[in-house]
C-alpha cells in the first residue's frame, strides 16, 4: 500500500504493508530494549501462515521491545520487504511497529498474514 501521511500539516510519516504499520515517533520511550536481528534482517512480523516476513536488512534498522509494544530505529537506505507485497522505502526515523489486529468473537487477535 505505500506511504500513508497523517493529516495535512503533519510530518510524521506512516507506512502499512500488509498487517504491519509503521507510525513514525519522535524518540525511543525510556525503558525499551534492543531486541536481537533475525541473522541479516530485522523482522517486524512473521507470517504464520507462509512463513515469509516483514524485514529490513539489519544494517539498515534496529528493533527495540518494551513489553508488548515494538519499535524500530531506521536509517538511510532502508527498505520494508516481504515475499507477497511491493518494497517499500522507509525514510530514516524512529518508528512505532503497529500489528493490525482483526475481532473474533470474545477476542481480539493479530490478523496472520
Known amino acids: 500500500m505505500g506511504m500513508l501521511q497523517r493529516g495535512l500539516g503533519s510530518k510524521m510519516k506512516q507506512y502499512r504493508q500488509g498487517d504491519v504499520l509503521l507510525k513514525q515517533i519522535s524518540a525511543i520511550p525510556s525503558g525499551a530494549l534492543k531486541a536481537p536481528a533475525d541473522g541479516d534482517r530485522v523482522v517486524l512480523a512473521y507470517g ?4 515469509h516476513a516483514h524485514a529490513i536488512e539489519a544494517i539498515q534498522a534496529t528493533i ?7 519499535f524500530i530505529e531506521v536509517l538511510p537506505g532502508a527498505v520494508l520487504r516481504h515475499e507477497e507485497h511491493a518494497p517499500i522505502p522507509v525514510e530514516p526515523g524512529i ?16 490478523v496472520i498474514d
Open 95 to 110: 518508528y512505532e511497529i503497529v500489528h493490525q489486529r482483526e475481532y473474533e468473537p470474545n477476542a481480539f487477535r493479530r
Open 64 to 70: 527495540y521491545k518494551s513489553g508488548a509494544q515494538e
Open 48 to 51: 504464520e501462515v507462509t512463513g
